[in-house]
């Protein structure tokens, strides 16, 4: 895929790290999907915030555990938006809570941090400066973010007054969010997306889908709503080797699921994501019951 400059809104464009111990994040991540890191943090400040790429593009940064904040390692899912104060005020009309309210990064681009009516938090991202992952689609770089919620319908018309998003059921029980227009502009990036798509079987309107829904199972109640990040690999049973040799935790080994064979990794400090392998003689296989209560 070529390198991205540009998204539209409402389509995640960014996901980052919060660390207590973010250069120690920062080998554990570089020796696993080989990331060139660069520190992008003023050295007079107190926080850290390290830039990581592939190629010199842009894929997700590892930065510091906001002052204030809980000492927790986590991901977070930026979503790409004309005008955060704007989004901040449907957040509340559609019954969201502004954690962190609108602020300028710098002259990189204007954030906010907000919380879904279950509690799942998201950031949204008004660029300036910085256009968000340069590279999305390639082993070590973002593949998908995905709402893990107890709720789904309640969720719907909640992202749907925010971001204008719909839903798109597919075979196997897997749903995913939409933003109608989106295959337009990746066709435009990229011509031959639709047809390269439809080629492989991809269900009809997939080219729209900008992240997915994964409902929390009932037996794993501990597990609050979150959004989820998803990297690509090129073998996950391999990056599953690699990350526990590095010191972290495989939380599932390798499995099958539709379209893919995935595993759900936990890093030295606790954050969770998967790692995905795109696998396209999995398509008939039954999506799991319970991948979403870990990551």
């Given at each position: 895929m070529p390198e991205?400059?540009?998204?539209?809104?409402?389509?995640?464009?960014?996901?980052?790290?919060n660390q207590p111990d973010p250069e120690a994040a920062v080998a554990f991540y570089r020796d696993l999907f080989g990331w060139e890191i660069e520190d992008v943090m003023p050295h007079d400040m107190k926080g850290r915030y390290f830039m990581a790429r592939l190629r010199g593009g842009d894929v997700a940064g590892i930065g510091s555990v906001p002052e204030g904040a809980p000492p927790v390692a986590a991901w977070n899912t930026y979503v790409w938006v004309d005008s955060a104060d704007e989004t901040a005020t449907k957040v509340t009309q559609a019954g969201g809570s502004v954690l962190m309210e609108p602020f300028d990064v710098m002259d990189a681009g204007r954030m906010a941090v907000f919380s879904d009516p279950e509690g799942?938090?998201?950031s949204v991202w008004e660029p300036k400066r910085h256009?968000?992952?340069?590279?999305v689609n390639e082993a070590g770089s973002v593949n998908f973010n995905?709402?893990?919620t107890r709720n789904p319908e309640s969720a719907k018309p909640f992202y749907g007054a925010v971001f204008g998003w719909e839903t798109l059921s597919m075979p196997r029980g897997v749903e995913a969010w939409t933003v109608p227009g989106y295959g337009d502009h990746l066709e435009l990036l990229n011509p031959g997306t639709r047809e390269r798509m439809g080629a492989m079987g991809a269900p009809g309107g997939f080219i729209d889908v900008v992240a997915t829904i994964a409902p929390l199972p009932d037996d794993h109640a501990d597990v609050p709503a979150h959004w989820g990040?998803?990297?690509?690999?090129?073998?996950?049973?391999a990056t599953a080797e690699k990350a526990f040799a590095l010191g972290g935790k495989v939380l599932a080994p390798p499995f099958d699921a539709p379209w893919v064979?995935?595993?759900i990794i936990a890093d030295?400090?606790?954050a969770?994501?998967?790692?995905?392998?795109f696998a396209p003689q999995n398509r008939d296989v039954p999506a799991p019951g319970s991948v979403s209560a870990r990551a």
């Open positions: 991205l400059d540009r998204y539209i809104p409402g389509v995640p464009c960014w996901v980052d790290t799942a938090v998201f256009r968000g992952s340069r590279i995905n709402l893990n990040v998803t990297f690509a690999t090129d073998d996950a049973d064979r995935m595993t030295p400090q606790g969770t994501f998967i790692a995905s392998e």
